[in-house]
């Protein structure tokens, strides 16, 4: 006596692609949904380089209110002074201003097409870009 009807499953290679067939097909659905377009991962890229340049003056600038007064103002000429290790990074452009309770700063990378601006506050938050003016 057969286990299963002779039209399913009549030799083992049937079993095996029904196997098969029934594991890789949700595998290459989730493989394929998981792709992004070249233009999403970019953007993922613009915005890592914005966030990245925020975090780095925002540290340069706690490091600089350590040393000194915090209700000095951080500046640009400050934080790429000898005097601490921020580097900007040579396709994001950002602007800074205020002292340890007022901080606030923008960046935006240049080759960023929706020309999208992040910001980080005196509390190292960074939040979410808007478009910028184009």
Not at 30 to 57: C, H, N, T
Not at 82 to 95: I, R, S, W
Not at 114 to 124: E, M, P
Request: negative net charge; glycine residues 8%.
């Amino acid at each position: 006596m057969k286990l299963f009807p002779p039209f399913i499953f009549q030799n083992r290679w049937n079993v095996g692609g029904f196997v098969l067939g029934f594991i890789t097909l949700p595998l290459l659905w989730w493989i394929l949904s998981s792709l992004d377009s070249e233009e999403a991962m970019m953007q993922r890229f613009y915005k890592g380089e914005a966030e990245s340049v925020l975090g780095g003056i925002y540290w340069t600038c706690k490091m600089h209110w350590d040393d000194h007064d915090p209700k000095d103002d951080c500046t640009r000429e400050i934080i790429t002074s000898d005097d601490y290790p921020f580097e900007p990074a040579d396709m994001v452009e950002f602007e800074l201003k205020g002292n340890a309770t007022t901080f606030r700063a923008t960046a935006r990378h240049t080759g960023d097409p929706l020309r999208i601006v992040y910001s980080i506050d005196a509390d190292g938050n960074i939040h979410d870009g808007v478009p910028g003016p184009g």
